[in-house]
């Protein structure tokens, strides 16, 4: 019931913005408009009721494989049991991102004891972007660097946009799920030249369990 | 004349960098200006390769987030798979689940005293510390068979119950019967006997570290007005755990958003007043106390309420043996766990837990697969890291170890 209530109290608050409420079940989860997403986090934070002091975590989200599996499961197969998953090979779409590309923020309330998520996808056009929240929690910094690294996406207004766990100079945005799980490049010793060098990787990703997605957990 | 400030690296391999941390720091002489932290040293993208396995193929992984709290890693993990199934794991292995947070709890700040102890000169600590952390290293060992990365938990309970025995010395060429019988002293009962021993000895050992740092005149001038925070800033820059008790934030998540049966035990929270290492240093070995009282408390409790420790549902916890060799269906089951492993239903958690070094969350996604879609941990110490150079700014470079010693980092968590 607290819960429910709260829920209302910040559709209230946020009413001159577009947001909608899209899951209840664990914390509350907001969609929002990239847009409006700096202004709809001012209020979050500094509203006195609310009062959303803490940026936990941000956390960017790929969906371009989203729902899709290895195998069919729900109809018998017509290719006999020993089916092996082979490696897709996935299209680069590196002009678009129609609803690619999504960001989930995790805000904490000491002083109501809440939880809530928000949810904004980025721009469609290549390089993805939304606008940073640096400015309002500062914890935003290294979770927008983590993001942009990993993910690729760009925080508009970011003051200090660099790399920050992949190696130096490397290429690609490594959580993007067309980026194979095993990488392009691979670092050896090379004995003639007697220095580290980077050379394609030698090795294939082989999955050991095929993904399925099984229809009675609906 | 004028002069320029001095580039000056730290690391990547420094002792007191705790891992593969470089600093780059700016100096006006030995004022710290600016200091750049470069991570991702140990990145080896374990949140990528979640996503190509099933679920409980990556608790092991969860252990080497943190490498020196390992189980609590799993909790988190394990409980952001239980909220999106829906299941909820019997109150024995909740309460098997507390007690080992809470002896990880100690292993980690028992870690964290001797090393930071030794960063900022006080030897002696860290072998008293490294003593204590053997025994609790043995209780890992005892219920999980691995001293370190136990993968212990499971969603739905933990692995096996505690064991009715502990492993004992024996004697060889170098280690006398008369030894031998010594060591052995608190390995003759069960598991919980030996936890018991432990937490009746514990407390005086707490005092011995602190008879030799909480008055001490070196340590207070090696942190005391050191790397100061005030609670809107800890706010702002996203600290928690003792990071932000420190700075005298009363939150935290085992009080106020209680998970497992923390709500059923008796025990305080800590708070610093003025946000120095040294209220740290305070929270952090007042914390190893009242881990302590909670230790006992579930002792009590699992002495007297023997149950499962496991899910019934063969869907997600495997069936017996014996019942597999007379049950088609459990026989069935059990192919279907380890080869497939179990779909999740469609949606998205965030799962946290007290972790000794602050919030360890899991964001979770799953679009109704074996496998989770996305995998997000919220490392403590990632946050904690970023404050480094707010921190550090007008501090000597001397300080700059005492900083971070008192943020506790692992680079396990943070580069992932």
Known sequence: ?218 | MTESNLSLNFGPQHPAAHGVLRLIMEMDGEVVKHLDPHIGLLHRGTEKLAEIKPYNHSIGYMDRMDYVSMMCCEHSYVLAIERLLGIEPPKRAQYIRVMFDEITRLLNHLLWLGAHGLDIGAMALFLYCFREREDLLDCYEAVSGARMHATYYRPGGVYRDLPNEMPKYSANRYISEKKVKQLNYNREGSLLDFIEDFTDRFPSLVDEYETLLTDNRIWKQRTVDIGVVTPERAKDLGFSGPMLRGSGVEWDLRRNQPYEVYNELDFLIPIGLSGDCYDRYLVRVEEMRQSTKIIQQCIKWLRDNPGSVMIEDNKFASPKRDQMKHDMESLIYHFKLFTEGYSVPKGEVYAAIEHPKGEFGVFLMSDGANKPYRMKVRAPSFAHLAAIDEMSKGHMLADVVSIIGTLDIVFGEIDR
């Open chain 1, 1 to 218: 019931m607290a819960k429910k209530n709260h829920i209302k109290l910040i559709n209230q608050k946020l009413s001159e913005y577009s947001h909608s409420l899209l899951s209840s079940d664990h914390d509350p989860l907001f969609l929002v408009e990239q847009s409006d997403l700096v202004n709809i986090c001012k209020i979050l934070k500094t509203d006195n009721e609310l009062d959303y002091s803490i940026l936990i975590d941000i956390c960017a989200v790929d969906y371009l494989t989203y729902g899709q599996a290895d195998w069919v499961t729900n109809e018998a197969t017509k290719t006999g049991y020993s089916r092996a998953v082979e490696q897709k090979i996935i299209a680069d779409h590196d002009d678009e991102f129609p609803d690619r590309f999504a960001i989930f923020y995790q805000l904490l309330s000491i002083s109501n004891n809440s939880r809530i998520s928000l949810k904004t996808f980025t721009t469609k056009l290549n390089p993805p972007s939304v606008p940073s929240i640096n400015k309002i929690w500062n914890s935003a910094n290294w979770f927008e660097r983590e993001a942009f690294d990993l993910m690729g996406v760009h925080f508009k207004g970011h003051p200090d946009l660099r790399r920050i766990l992949t190696d130096y100079g490397f290429i690609g945005h490594p959580f993007r799920k067309d980026f194979p799980t095993n990488g392009n490049l691979e670092v050896v010793y090379d004995e003639d030249k007697e220095e580290v060098v980077y050379k394609p990787v030698s090795i294939t990703t082989r999955p050991s369990v095929p993904r399925v997605i099984r229809k009675d957990n609906d």
